[in-house]
Nanobody, 116 residues
């Protein structure tokens, strides 16, 4: 059974940093991408950052502040978040896509709150 477990969320002041981790257990074949999404109440879940092979993509609002990375031997994906802003406040979800879009795995989410 595949499980994605996030950690590292919390409360931080504006300008601070947090590092999210997502540990993947179980076997996932043909992984296409690993990444992070976020969601606030009443809004759709949005892509924050993803890594696919040597390629990384970020939503414009986090470029230059967030860095996504992957540790393959540990089956873990990270999101380093620097210079956090109140508008980064959201529940952050780890995501793995595999099988060329046929399989989508999600973590349970971790709350990030940035105070002004």
């Amino acid at each position: 059974q595949v499980r994605l477990v996030e950690s590292g969320g919390g409360l931080v002041q504006a300008g601070g940093s947090l590092r999210l981790s997502c540990s993947v257990s179980g076997s996932i074949f043909n992984i296409n991408s690993m990444g992070w999404y976020r969601q606030t109440p009443g809004k759709q879940r949005e892509l924050v950052a993803l890594t696919s092979g040597s390629i990384t993509n970020y939503v414009d609002s986090v470029k230059g502040r967030f860095t996504v990375s992957r540790d393959n031997p540990r089956n873990t994906v990270y999101l380093q978040m620097n210079n956090l802003k109140p508008e980064d406040t959201a529940v952050y979800y780890c995501n793995v896509k595999a099988g060329w879009g046929t399989r989508d795995y999600w973590g349970q989410g971790t709350q990030v709150t940035v105070s002004s």
